[in-house]
T-cell receptor, first 118, second 117 residues
Framework: NAGVMQNPRHLVRRRGQEARLRCSPMKGHSHVYWYRQLPEEGLKFMVY????????ESGMPKERFSAEFPKEGPSILRIQQVVRGDSAAYFC????????????????FGNGTRLTVT | AQKITQTQPGMFVQEKEAVTLDCTYDTSDPSYGLFWYKQPSSGEMIFLIYQGSYDQQNATEGRYSLNFQKARKSANLVISASQLGDSAMYFC??????????????WGLGTSLAVNP
C-alpha cells in the first residue's frame, strides 16, 4: 500500500503524558501537513513541513506541540503534557509539488490518529 | 480573508437520485484550486474532485461533478445516481496559488449526506 500511513490509529493518554503521532507520506512525496479535526468540525491546519524544514507552523499551539520531518523516517507530531482539550483526530496529508503552479496538487490523507486524553 | 462556507449541515437523498452539496468561497487571489473530500464514518479523508480557477470546463470524475460558478464564487458538488456507500461527510476546501510557500487547504465545516434505500 503506497498511501499515507499513520500510526497508531487510536491512542489513549492520561493527562500530563506525552503523545507521539507518526506519519509516513506517500512514496515520492516530500511535503507533509498535519491537521486536527474536532468532533462535528472540519479540519484545522496545524503545520506544514518539508524534509528537515518547518515551512508554516501558524496553526500549531506555541506550547506543548512540536513537529518534525527528518531526512530519514516518518514525520512526528509530538504533544507534551496532554490535556483533555487535545482529544481529537489528527490527520497527516502529503503531496507532491512540481514546478510552477502546483496549487492543484491534491493532498492525500492518512486514516488519522484518534487521540483520547483521559 | 479566505473562507469556505458549506451552508447545509445535513442532507438526505434517495438512492439512485442526484444530490447537490453547496460550497461557496471567498478569496482575493485570482488563482486558486477547489477540492472536495469525502469522509465516511470510518474516518479516512478521501479526495474526490478538483477544480482550478482557470479551468474552462466543470470538473467531472465518474459520478462526481463540480458545478463551478466563478462569478458567484460557488463550487457545488453534484453526485449522480446516489449509492448507499455515498453516505458520509463531505468537505469543500480551497488552496490559493499566491500563498507563497504556504500551500495549506482552507476547509469548510462539512455536509453530512445520508442516502436512503
Amino acid at each position: 500500500n503506497a498511501g499515507v500511513m499513520q500510526n497508531p490509529r487510536h491512542l489513549v493518554r492520561r493527562r500530563g503524558q506525552e503523545a507521539r503521532l507518526r506519519c509516513s507520506p506517500m512514496k515520492g512525496h516530500s511535503h507533509v501537513y498535519w491537521y486536527r479535526q474536532l468532533p462535528e468540525e472540519g479540519l484545522k491546519f496545524m503545520v506544514y513541513l518539508q524534509k528537515e524544514n518547518i515551512i508554516d507552523e501558524s496553526g500549531m499551539p506555541k506550547e506543548r506541540f512540536s513537529a518534525e520531518f527528518p531526512k530519514e523516517g516518518p514525520s512526528i507530531l509530538r504533544i507534551q503534557q496532554v490535556v483533555r482539550g487535545d482529544s481529537a483526530a489528527y490527520f497527516c496529508a502529503s503531496s507532491h509539488h512540481g514546478t510552477g503552479s502546483s496549487y492543484n496538487s491534491p493532498l492525500h490523507f492518512g486514516n488519522g490518529t484518534r487521540l483520547t486524553v483521559t | 480573508a479566505q473562507k469556505i462556507t458549506q451552508t447545509q449541515p445535513g442532507m438526505f437523498v434517495q438512492e439512485k437520485e442526484a444530490v447537490t452539496l453547496d460550497c461557496t468561497y471567498d478569496t482575493s487571489d485570482p488563482s486558486y484550486g477547489l477540492f472536495w473530500y469525502k469522509q465516511p464514518s470510518s474516518g479516512e479523508m478521501i479526495f474526490l474532485i478538483y477544480q482550478g480557477s482557470y479551468d474552462q470546463q466543470n470538473a467531472t470524475e465518474g459520478r462526481y461533478s463540480l458545478n463551478f460558478q466563478k462569478a458567484r464564487k460557488s463550487a457545488n458538488l453534484v453526485i449522480s445516481a446516489s449509492q448507499l456507500g455515498d453516505s458520509a461527510m463531505y468537505f469543500c476546501a480551497m488552496r490559493e496559488l499566491n500563498a507563497g510557500n504556504n500551500r495549506k487547504l482552507i476547509w469548510g465545516l462539512g455536509t453530512s449526506l445520508a442516502v436512503n434505500p
